[in-house]
T-cell receptor
Framework: DAGVIQSPRHEVTEMGQEVTLRCKPI?????LFWYRQTMMRGLELLIY????????DSGMPEDRFSAKMPNASFSTLKIQPSEPRDSAVYFC??????????????FGNGTRLTVT | AQTVTQSQPEMSVQEAETVTLSCTYD???????LFWYKQPPSRQMILVIR??????QNATENRFSVNFQKAAKSFSLKISDSQLGDTAMYFC???????????FGKGITLSVRP
């Protein structure tokens, strides 16, 4: 089991640039979550997918953020255009679901995004 | 929607001592699970322990145990024989069957002193 794989581990970009974060969930997991972690707001759920379908994107801060899951083994979170306030650590997590709510989420190592 | 509250921002404990981290939650669902995650400086999120709401028996995992008070909606984590490697942020979280979201508290920073 390779775990949840996120790339890149660090991303530094200039304001206005497009940023794409990538995630490969654990094989066999059919629920995928994107979280953002900041000192001020803690861990915030941005969006989650069940069976590749977005279920709840109410946490996506604004239209500059978008997420896709084209297949069971890949998801992206895109920010366009990026702003300094988007600087944070972005986590992807996967789990068996949606009915297996007793299953813990397995997290990737996160992407630290810095927008200058 | 569920909410999770961790009111203590940080705590400190002497190595080998016992420490308890507090957490309260609120949900209208009857089926839910509670979790504690640990985040060391490496920023990896590690599952520490989980509790099924319909089980009265408190979960234990080696030096980690919980005190689950369902009526009070309280879910505290006890760490016995604290070790330097326990230094980390600890997050309490709740996941319900209704929406399958995992909602986190703000976290508490635990420092273990040598």
């Amino acid at each position: 089991d390779a775990g949840v794989i996120q790339s890149p581990r660090h991303e530094v970009t200039e304001m206005g640039q497009e940023v794409t974060l990538r995630c490969k969930p654990i094989s066999g997991h059919n629920s995928l979550f994107w979280y953002r972690q900041t000192m001020m707001r803690g861990l915030e759920l941005l969006i989650y997918f069940n069976n590749n379908v977005p279920i709840d994107d109410s946490g996506m801060p604004e239209d500059r953020f978008s997420a896709k899951m084209p297949n069971a083994s890949f998801s992206t979170l895109k920010i366009q255009p990026s702003e300094p306030r988007d600087s944070a650590v972005y986590f992807c997590a996967s789990t068996r679901g949606p009915r297996n709510y007793n299953s813990p989420l397995h997290f990737g190592n996160g992407t630290r995004l810095t927008v200058t | 929607a569920q909410t999770v509250t961790q009111s203590q921002p940080e705590m400190s404990v002497q190595e080998a001592e016992t420490v308890t981290l507090s957490c309260t939650y609120d949900t209208s669902e009857s089926n839910y699970y509670l979790f504690w995650y640990k985040q060391p400086p490496s920023r990896q999120m590690i599952l520490v322990i989980r509790q099924e709401a319909y089980k009265q028996q408190n979960a234990t995992e080696n030096r980690f145990s919980v005190n689950f008070q369902k009526a009070a909606k309280s879910f505290s984590l006890k760490i016995s024989d604290s070790q330097l490697g326990d230094t980390a942020m600890y997050f309490c979280a709740c996941r319900t069957g209704a929406n399958s979201k995992l909602t986190f508290g703000k976290g508490i920073t635990l420092s273990v002193r040598p």
